[in-house]
């Protein structure tokens, strides 16, 4: 039996979400559908992170574990045959039994993007959020150092999350203006329901002016989700880079999966 380790971008735009539903579409049961047709048989696959409607990825990782003779050069080219063009495999390889997407994963890493706009571009709006301010990027850049570390993020989790707890080691916390983009680059061990988007519209608001840079510190402390207000909207959100361990004679997919230095996330 083979475990193969897949790496999957998809536009979150038009599906519910990663996560397998009884109703509506989404992009765990399209791929699942087409590992079908690839492999003979029914299959399940496990991920790295169970983003929601609306929200893309560049990075997702998933594994499955099948029979099939397929060589694994093969495998991505015959998957995106009878997927939608809005999901892709952009890699496949060959695992050891024992890893999996989701438990063997050391960190995720988001980017969201923010653009600067006079009006509301109907083809750029589906994959970031568009607003008519210039935002103080050094307040921002200032803010990020009140939350990197291992902290209780309670403040940045909705309701209904179902962490077991909700410290998380927020490994790295950064923003940059790229033209007319902002992006927002975190990197965490896990993250709670939600909390990337609510660590960015608190990071707007200071970029607003609304709150200082110590806001988010003083968020963190009150360790309740009331203050933190609105998320923002899905549509910035992508899942760019999971990381794994390198493990002695072990074959797990690891960073270079995306791309093995930090300047490489955009890598084929």
Partial sequence: MRNIALTVSYDGTDWAGFQRQNIYPSIQGELEKALQKLCGHGVTVSAAGRTDAGVHAFGQVVNFFTPTPVPIEKVAWVTNRWLPDSIRVRKARDVDARFHARHCAVYRRYWYFVQEVHEVDAMRSRFCWQIKDRLDVDAMKAATTEIMGRHDFSAFCHSGSPALSNVKNLIYAGVRRQGSY??????????????????????????????????????????????????????GLWLMRVGYPRYNNIDIPVGDLVGETEDEELSG
């Fill in 182 to 235: 902002l992006i927002f680059d975190v990197k965490a061990d896990a993250f709670l329901y939600q909390m990337v988007r609510l660590l960015v519209g608190n990071f707007v608001r200071i970029g607003r002016g609304e709150k200082s840079p110590e806001w988010m510190g003083e968020l963190l402390e009150t360790k309740t989700r009331h203050f933190a207000e609105v998320a923002a909207p899905t549509n």
